[in-house]
């Protein structure tokens, strides 16, 4: 089987930077995949790591290491808008998306 | 431009009463099609998922099934539902040519079975 395993909660304040992790047990390991979802509405994809090392979309940074099983999500700079919940998700052979159980993410003033 | 369009947005059931969500995609062809479940303040349970018509695979065996009669339109149904079926159902697709870890979600349907 697999499993995904991700902080249930993180605390920060504004213009500070979090750093997220995610470390999984899975087999036939295509890729790390970050979601954000606000509360009530639909999750919304963040970004896709299929090598080892670091992807920066703007203020936020996605990182990888298949040796390690490893990966974590780096948001800088936070601002309110950023207070969501955040998942990690395996791609893997012969099947979707597996979906940890989210991180939520609480920025304050 | 690609969309995805599922209903209802809302709903509230009996226990034992039939269920039928439906998901559509503009825009795109042969996408790969998806339905998870979010219990509440919970991670997403894959329950269903379909690269073409007619194929489906199950990745939890409950009282849901899944149908894709059409290339764009994939269909959560279930003939008796039970309380442990609330939750907020999200259909999403992917392209079928690209592994890049991206799925497209709905807006979700929110069943509340009482």
């Known amino acids: 089987g697999q499993s995904l395993e991700q902080p249930s909660e993180v605390t920060a304040v504004e213009g500070a930077i979090v750093q997220i992790n995610c470390t999984y047990q899975?087999?036939?390991?295509?890729?790390l995949s970050w979601y954000q979802q606000h509360d009530g509405g639909a999750p919304t994809f963040l970004s896709y790591?299929?090598?080892?090392g670091l992807e920066e979309t703007g203020r936020f940074s996605s990182f990888l290491s298949r040796s390690d099983s490893y990966g974590y999500l780096l948001l800088q700079e936070l601002q309110m808008k950023d207070s969501a919940s955040y998942f990690c998700?395996?791609?893997?052979?012969?099947?979707?998306?597996?979906f940890g159980k989210g991180t939520t993410l609480s920025v304050s003033s | 431009s690609q969309t995805i369009h599922q209903w209802p947005a809302t709903l509230v059931q009996p226990v034992g009463s039939p269920l039928s969500l439906e998901c559509t995609v503009e825009?795109?062809?042969?996408?790969?099609l998806y339905w998870y479940r979010q219990a509440a303040g919970r991670g997403l349970q894959l329950l269903f998922y379909?690269?073409?018509?007619?194929?489906i695979s199950s990745e939890v065996p409950q009282n849901l099934s899944a149908s894709r009669p059409q290339d764009r339109q994939f269909i959560l149904s279930s003939k008796k539902l039970l309380l442990s079926d609330s939750g907020f159902y999200l259909c999403?697709?992917?392209?079928?040519?690209?592994?890049?870890?991206?799925?497209?979600f709905g807006e979700g349907s929110r069943l509340t079975v009482l």
């Open positions: 999403a697709w992917s392209d079928r040519g690209r592994s890049t870890g991206e799925l497209f």
């Open positions: 899975t087999s036939g390991f295509y890729g």
């Open positions: 790591n299929a090598l080892d």
């Open positions: 998700a395996v791609a893997q052979a012969g099947t979707a998306l597996i």
């Open positions: 825009g795109t062809s042969n996408p790969n």
């Open positions: 379909s690269v073409g018509i007619g194929q």
